[in-house]
């Protein structure tokens, strides 16, 4: 049991390029998140998945996009990376709510750098 | 909104002092209220939680009471050791499938 696995953890690009961050849990939950953490500013949501099928945008959107790909998997792409866009992204799930437990388990992150 | 603060950091202690890391938040209903750890290189762990008015969460020697009357959840430990010394962040929970909004975090370093 990995629990959230994010892929990669250190990655650098060129302002203009794209790339994926992926992410993947396995513990069956249903709901995932990707937030972005810049100093001073804590954790800030990107986009959410409530359940597979679905997405939502968080606080700061802009410049993202997301795919829940099955109930494993929900990958943020940047099409044009910025250098305003270096942070360290965590992805999170969480299990259904019915299960009588709201506790977010989150992955080891990911740490970009847009030069 | 919702919203969270979180008195800023960074804090450094000496082993075995008292902690407290002040935690207040405005929301529109009954939120569930959360401290969460990061250490070093690694991401968030839940520290403890409080799901109702007056329900103290705790865990590894924290403690956190939900108190609805002031809307703060404060963190605290008698004696703090090194290896706490880590960012703590409040956040809270809607009721509902919502997402977490949290705090900024709150930077604690134990010197021995």
């Known amino acids: 049991n990995a629990g959230v696995t994010q892929t990669p953890k250190f990655q650098v690009l060129k302002t203009g390029q794209s790339m994926t961050l992926q992410c993947a849990q396995d513990?069956?939950?249903?709901?995932m998140y990707w937030y972005r953490q810049d100093p001073g500013m804590g954790l800030r949501l990107i986009y959410y998945?409530?359940?597979?099928?679905?997405?939502d945008k968080g606080e700061v959107p802009n410049g993202y996009n997301v795919s829940r790909l099955n109930k494993r998997e929900f990958s943020l792409r940047l099409e044009s990376a910025a250098p305003s866009q270096t942070s360290v992204y965590f992805c999170?799930?969480?299990?259904?709510?019915?299960?009588?437990?709201?506790?977010?388990?989150f992955g080891p992150g990911t740490r970009l750098t847009v030069l | 909104g919702d919203s969270v603060t979180q008195m800023e950091g960074p804090v450094t202690l000496s082993e075995e002092a008292f902690l407290t890391i002040n935690c207040t938040y405005t929301?529109?209903?009954?939120?569930?209220l959360f401290w969460y750890v990061q250490y070093p290189g690694e991401g968030l762990q839940l520290l403890l939680k409080?799901?109702?008015?007056?329900d103290k969460g705790s865990n590894k020697g924290f403690e956190a009471t939900y108190r609805k009357e002031t809307t703060s959840f404060h963190l605290e430990k008698g004696s703090v050791q090194v290896s706490d010394s880590a960012v703590y962040f409040c956040?809270?929970?809607?009721?509902?499938?919502?997402?977490?909004?949290f705090g900024k975090g709150t930077r604690l370093s134990v010197i021995a």
């Open positions: 999170a799930s969480r299990p259904r709510q019915a299960l009588g437990t709201d506790t977010q388990y």
């Open positions: 513990m069956n939950h249903n709901s």
């Open positions: 998945s409530a359940s597979e099928g679905t997405t």
């Open positions: 929301a529109t209903g009954y939120p569930s």
């Open positions: 409080a799901t109702k008015a007056d």
């Open positions: 956040a809270l929970r809607e009721a509902g499938n919502t997402p977490l909004v």
